[in-house]
């Protein structure tokens, strides 16, 4: 609005070169902001799994979805609100907000349970809830069957449905609903990855995430295998991380053959420290913890969320380099048009 409002008032003074204001105003929409070609429609609608039963729905989406512009993002963190406007069940979310206020508390609690193996229908019934909705696809491979195991234990029939490529499990509560609805319990970090899922007999690599804790200090991961020995490796910064981020993503890699159940330590410093067994599902398996104030989390995330920084290519290279030197010219070419009428406008 104030670059509008202040290319109008200079458009006056500068007579023709005012155009060049047009034209960099179409510079800057077309190479920098990337339209139209960034436009694009989805179709809409709510899996019909959701739209056949009645009751509140708490959603589980992964807590740590990849952030930027990217249309995916938007997708992972407001399906709830996207499904809503055609299946008219109550949520958890409050749609108005921008962040994941009302759900983001209840699904941390949810899936620490399912961590842990011990999913409490009981606790999600009594705070209103009569179904848990679940989109696998928007899980990685490996926390997606740690999950899904453990949700069955909530319900072992759930309604699937995979219209419009999208899958969507819909896990019904047994437990009545009560007449007034009782918060969750407080949330805690789960003590456990994946105890209801059945572990490989051997995984080949291992890669875990830490996000959120400050790049500065030292941390490492320590795998306690079931023969008494250990295996060590520092968790160091992605590459491609920018050097000014102060809590960059940060990477330890353990490429060699590991046991499918194991015991995982994590000390990352003031960040916190997290310590529990852990069921390897997938021979390429990545483990992802968040640092919250002072305490590790282990979390579920999407396929998308990468580790390191976002790759550019030639295509969006070459615009930008195209943009960054049409803004140059432009802004040139004004400057010089702006001291050319101001001499032209001096007194003899």
Do not use: N
């Not at 006056?12 to 920098?32: E, H």
């Amino acid at each position: 609005a104030l670059a509008a409002r202040v290319a109008t008032a200079r458009a006056g003074s500068l007579g023709r070169a005012g155009y060049l204001l047009l034209v960099l105003a179409l510079v800057d929409a077309g190479l920098r902001v990337g339209l139209p070609w960034r436009q694009a429609s989805r179709l809409g609608g709510a899996p019909p799994a959701l739209e056949a039963g009645e009751g509140p729905v708490l959603d589980l989406l992964p807590l740590a979805p990849p952030a930027g512009d990217d249309p995916s993002s938007l997708l992972v963190a407001r399906a709830s609100c996207v499904d809503q406007a055609w299946h008219g069940r109550a949520i958890a979310d409050e749609c108005i907000r921008t962040d994941d206020a009302g759900r983001g508390e209840a699904q941390t609690w949810l899936q620490a349970t399912l961590w842990d193996g011990q999913p409490d229908a009981q606790a999600l019934a009594a705070a209103g809830f009569s179904a848990v909705v679940f989109r696998p696809d928007l899980f990685r491979a490996g926390d997606r069957q740690r999950l899904s195991a453990a949700l069955l234990r909530l319900d072992p029939s759930p309604a699937v449905s995979t219209d419009g490529g999208q899958r969507a499990e819909v896990y019904a509560l047994s437990a009545p609903a009560p007449a007034v609805a009782t918060p969750l319990p407080p949330a805690r970090p789960a003590r456990a990855i994946g105890a209801a899922a059945r572990p490989l007999a051997l995984a080949s690599t291992l890669q875990v995430v830490l996000i959120g804790a400050p790049g500065d200090g030292e941390a490492t991961v320590t795998l306690h295998l079931p023969d008494g020995s250990t295996a060590t490796a520092p968790l160091e910064a992605a590459q491609g991380a920018s050097a000014g981020d102060d809590a960059p993503p940060r990477l330890a890699r353990f490429s060699r053959s590991l046991p499918g159940a194991l015991e995982l330590q994590v000390d990352a410093g003031e960040a916190g420290t997290w310590r529990g067994p852990v069921h390897l599902v997938e021979e390429d398996e990545q483990l992802t913890f968040e640092a919250r104030a002072g305490t590790l989390w282990p979390v579920a995330t999407t396929p998308v969320l990468s580790p390191t920084a976002p790759v550019t290519t030639p295509r969006a290279a070459v615009r930008a380099s195209l943009a960054l030197l049409a803004l140059l010219l432009a802004g040139a070419v004004i400057l010089h048009a702006a001291r050319r009428d101001r001499a032209w406008r001096l007194p003899p």
